[in-house]
């Protein structure tokens, strides 16, 4: 199911409950204030924080209210509680259930607990997003936090505990026989359930991302066999391939440094270290942050399949990484570490979505001859930001726009096309959707001339046949 625009899914009007999946602990504040909050950011901290507070002391389900009173407990709008709640249903820490049967949509809010420090630090995902974020010195510092030390060591303190058969008897047959009648009476009846807590696993990324089938045609039976790519190896594959964008070709050396021919089995840590090694490698040491590799569903306005040019662009943007645009727009080229801080900048700091991103680098490149600089793009994208530029679409008129406004102010359109040809800009591999919306604005507003338009097409098709290699 596709998501729209926030006030597509929520109004202030309706009505919600939180309802917890298990007891939530004191403790579990740490966990969220010190080791969550620095990945989610304190807006989605606080909305978990209200929506427990709505329950009862060491009770599961809260009273119902609106949505307009959760706007005024926080003084925030429904767009930023919207936004809030997808980023905690994405790291696991809710679960939303809407019943939509009567005229006001009904919501069930389920707060899920949040991992235990250990599940954390191990997890795989978040201990390394955590890492790239607050650091090396903080981060051992938080582990420090959340450790103490073992208990003493067998050889100073001897076990003196007595088992259950030493201290209590065993049952008589009357005693027995009384349990019996009465074991119905011990279970919680069918509408209730005992007040407990399962505790929470750790992300997972979903294994049909990943394309095991080239992975296993790509792997020699005599090398590693079938069965030792178990369904836990596979778990481990697809989310170091989400982590550490590896494909399918590059994992395969990674499993077989991490094969044990004794075992016949893959050793899950060493594959971990393998693919985090190569990634520190080629990004000079750093780790990966969390951030939306490609334009959210929300802010996604392709709703069918592309048929027009202009229309196939925009799916580009909208599902494609900004990584990716870098490596398309080098020939395929590895970008330099410095273009990639200015991406990630844009994408955390100016919190631009990667559609918009996408969209940016093809407007920066063309504006100044295929150089990303980082005054110029961090310029452009805090001007964006204040615009509060959402969609691809948004960011195609608005880049159109500033394409006008600069060639007015440098001497009108014949100068802007002159000096446009004056530079060696890589026209095959440039999105034309610039001179396309111009000329609908300034030859006709109303009507465009059939062979233009035609010419036009097909220059672009063979952009996209580019992109396609």
Same mark, same amino acid.
């Given at each position: 199911?596709?998501?729209?625009?926030?006030?597509?899914?929520?109004?202030? $009007?309706? *009505?919600?409950?939180?309802?917890?999946?298990?007891?939530?602990?004191?403790?579990?504040?740490?966990?969220?204030?010190?080791?969550?909050?620095?990945?989610?950011?304190?807006?989605?901290?606080?909305?978990?924080?209200?929506?427990?507070?709505?329950?009862?002391?060491?009770?599961?389900?809260?009273?119902?209210?609106?949505?307009?009173?959760?706007?005024?407990?926080?003084?925030?709008?429904?767009?930023?509680?919207?936004?809030?709640?997808?980023?905690?249903? +994405?790291?696991?820490?809710?679960?939303?259930?809407v019943n939509e049967e009567d005229e006001i949509r009904s919501?069930?809010?389920?707060?899920?607990?949040?991992?235990?420090?250990? #599940?954390?630090?191990?997890? +795989?995902?978040?201990?390394?997003?955590?890492?790239?974020?607050?650091?090396?010195?903080?981060?051992?510092?938080?582990? *420090?936090?959340?450790?103490?030390?073992?208990?003493?060591?067998?050889?100073?303190? *001897?076990?003196?505990?007595? /088992?259950? &058969?030493?201290?209590?008897?065993?049952?008589t047959p009357k005693t027995l026989k009384y349990l019996q009648?009465?074991?119905?009476?011990?279970?919680?009846?069918?509408?209730?359930?005992?007040?407990?807590?399962?505790?929470?696993?750790?992300?997972?990324?979903?294994? *049909?991302?990943?394309?095991?089938?080239?992975?296993?045609?790509?792997?020699?039976?005599?090398?590693?066999?079938?069965?030792?790519?178990? #369904?836990?190896?596979?778990?481990? $594959?697809?989310?170091?391939?989400?982590?550490?964008?590896?494909?399918?070709?590059?994992?395969?050396?990674?499993?077989?440094?991490?094969?044990?021919?004794?075992?016949?089995?893959?050793?899950?840590?060493?594959?971990?270290?393998?693919?985090?090694?190569?990634?520190?490698?080629?990004?000079?040491?750093?780790?990966?942050?969390?951030?939306?590799?490609?334009?959210?569903?929300?802010? #996604?306005?392709? &709703?069918?399949e592309p048929k027009t040019p202009k229309e196939k662009m925009?799916?580009?943007?909208?599902?494609?990484?900004?990584?990716?645009?870098?490596?398309?727009?080098?020939?395929?080229?590895?970008?330099?570490?410095?273009?990639?801080?200015?991406?990630?900048?844009?994408? $955390?700091?100016? !919190?631009?979505?990667?559609?918009?991103?996408?969209?940016?680098?093809?407007?920066?490149?063309? #504006?100044?001859?295929?150089?990303?600089?980082?005054?110029?793009?961090?310029? $452009?994208?805090?001007?964006?930001?204040?615009?509060?530029?959402?969609?691809?679409?948004? /960011?195609?008129?608005?880049?159109?726009?500033?394409?006008?406004?600069?060639?007015?102010?440098?001497?009108?359109?014949?100068?802007? !096309?002159?000096?446009?040809?004056?530079?060696?800009?890589?026209?095959?591999?440039?999105?034309?959707?610039?001179?396309?919306?111009?000329?609908?604005?300034?030859?006709?507003?109303?009507?465009?001339?059939? /062979?233009?338009?035609?010419?036009?097409?097909?220059?672009?098709?063979?952009?996209?046949?580019?992109?396609?290699?």
């Amino acid at each position: 199911m596709r998501v729209g625009q926030h006030w597509q899914e929520l109004v202030p $009007i309706d *009505r919600y409950m939180v309802h917890a999946s298990g007891l939530l602990y004191e403790y579990d504040r740490k966990v969220l204030t010190f080791l969550y909050q620095p990945l989610i950011g304190p807006v989605c901290l606080s909305l978990y924080m209200t929506l427990w507070a709505e329950l009862e002391e060491n009770r599961l389900w809260s009273e119902s209210s609106s949505h307009h009173i959760l706007m005024n407990l926080l003084g925030l709008n429904l767009k930023d509680i919207y936004e809030a709640r997808l980023k905690l249903e +994405g790291i696991g820490l809710l679960k939303t259930l809407v019943n939509e049967e009567d005229e006001i949509r009904s919501f069930v809010y389920e707060l899920q607990p949040p991992l235990t420090p250990e #599940q954390f630090f191990l997890d +795989g995902m978040l201990n390394i997003y955590l890492y790239r974020k607050i650091g090396k010195n903080h981060f051992f510092r938080l582990k *420090r936090f959340f450790s103490e030390r073992k208990n003493p060591t067998d050889k100073e303190y *001897r076990d003196v505990t007595r /088992a259950f &058969q030493d201290v209590y008897s065993s049952a008589t047959p009357k005693t027995l026989k009384y349990l019996q009648d009465v074991s119905s009476d011990l279970k919680a009846d069918d509408k209730n359930n005992f007040i407990g807590r399962n505790e929470q696993s750790g992300i997972q990324i979903d294994v *049909r991302q990943f394309d095991f089938d080239l992975l296993m045609a790509g792997l020699n039976e005599s090398l590693i066999p079938q069965k030792a790519i178990n #369904q836990k190896v596979k778990e481990a $594959i697809s989310n170091l391939a989400f982590l550490y964008d590896i494909d399918a070709i590059q994992m395969k050396k990674f499993l077989l440094d991490a094969f044990n021919p004794n075992s016949d089995e893959i050793d899950i840590e060493e594959l971990r270290k393998a693919a985090r090694d190569w990634y520190q490698f080629v990004n000079y040491d750093e780790l990966p942050s969390l951030i939306e590799r490609t334009q959210p569903l929300k802010y #996604q306005v392709q &709703q069918q399949e592309p048929k027009t040019p202009k229309e196939k662009m925009i799916r580009y943007y909208e599902t494609t990484s900004p990584l990716k645009v870098l490596v398309d727009r080098s020939n395929g080229a590895e970008p330099a570490a410095s273009d990639l801080k200015v991406i990630e900048s844009l994408m $955390i700091n100016q !919190q631009l979505p990667p559609g918009v991103v996408n969209v940016l680098i093809d407007f920066v490149l063309l #504006q100044t001859d295929m150089k990303f600089t980082k005054n110029y793009v961090e310029k $452009i994208g805090s001007q964006w930001t204040r615009k509060n530029v959402k969609t691809v679409i948004e /960011a195609m008129d608005l880049a159109i726009k500033e394409n006008e406004s600069k060639a007015s102010s440098s001497g009108g359109d014949k100068n802007r !096309q002159k000096s446009f040809k004056q530079k060696p800009i890589r026209t095959e591999i440039l999105p034309d959707w610039f001179d396309e919306e111009q000329q609908k604005r300034t030859e006709n507003p109303h009507k465009e001339k059939e /062979a233009d338009v035609e010419a036009k097409k097909q220059e672009i098709e063979e952009i996209l046949k580019e992109f396609k290699k």
